[in-house]
């Protein structure tokens, strides 16, 4: 018995140890972060990143706060793209991915080669900058930080994974009692698919509010959102 108490009193250590370690290093760059806008800047050119800064300044906070109001819209804009480019992600993406894992849809394979297809094989930067300029004419638009992101094959798969686990029979017991295939999506199919939207769901909103590139491409005029702001002026 004692034995056994030993063994978990031990396990518990290692455990709580290794866990403890992880999350060091997931605090200490943001430790370095904040330490970073509190270092002077001749500072930071002389020595280099350190932990605990050897000069103090606050100037880079009041350089960002000289003009308040386009911090405030350029987090406004963030903000608008992040919530309404998550919701339709995430709308197209179920939908896709419920096509997709249902066995008795015909072309369900093919809408996966499709989607496996896009995944592996990228048409690159050019013939996708010609697509958003050239033919839907939606740069300089809140429409060029949504659309790119809106189907990712990553996150289709990921759902698709999920939804392939719903028995069918469910399904044909709402055909049998007269409900549409979009009744049966909206109101048997998420309703469960609950964990899975919201882990695709984070996913999405997390790619949304990191996302620089798509402003610095598309986004000439203001207002940038937050990080390409921070890009064109901070640099």
């Given at each position: 018995m004692r034995g056994k108490i030993n063994k978990?009193?031990?396990?518990?250590?290692?455990?709580?140890?290794?866990?403890?370690?992880?999350s060091l290093f997931c605090i200490i760059p943001i430790i370095y972060i904040v330490s970073i806008s509190l270092t002077d800047e001749n500072t930071l050119s002389l020595y280099g990143y350190k932990l605990v800064p050897k000069v103090v300044s606050t100037y880079a906070y009041q350089f960002v706060l000289a003009s308040p109001k386009q911090i405030l819209t350029s987090y406004g804009v963030t903000i608008l793209v992040t919530a309404i480019g998550s919701i339709l992600s995430l709308l197209v993406t179920s939908m896709l991915a419920y096509t997709m894992s249902r066995r008795d849809f015909k072309l369900s394979r093919i809408i996966s080669f499709v989607v496996f297809f896009t995944m592996i094989f990228n048409t690159g930067?050019?013939?996708?900058?010609?697509?958003?300029?050239?033919?839907?004419?939606?740069?300089?638009?809140?429409?060029?930080?949504?659309?790119?992101?809106?189907?990712?094959?990553?996150?289709?798969?990921?759902?698709?994974?999920?939804?392939?686990?719903?028995?069918?029979?469910?399904?044909?017991?709402?055909?049998?009692?007269?409900?549409?295939?979009?009744?049966t999506f909206f109101k048997i199919i998420i309703p469960i698919s609950k964990p899975a939207l919201a882990t695709v769901g984070l996913f999405c909103a997390f790619m949304y509010w990191n996302d620089w590139w798509l402003g610095m491409l598309y986004r000439k005029t203001e207002p940038y959102t937050a990080s390409t702001y921070a890009l064109q002026h901070y640099e």
């Open positions: 978990i009193s031990i396990t518990g250590i290692v455990f709580h140890l290794v866990l403890s370690i992880f930067l050019v013939p996708w900058y010609i697509l958003i300029v050239k033919y839907y004419h939606i740069n300089n638009t809140l429409l060029c930080l949504i659309l790119p992101y809106v189907i990712v094959p990553w996150n289709v798969f990921l759902m698709k994974g999920f939804l392939s686990d719903i028995p069918l029979a469910l399904v044909e017991s709402a055909k049998i009692d007269g409900s549409s295939e979009l009744n």
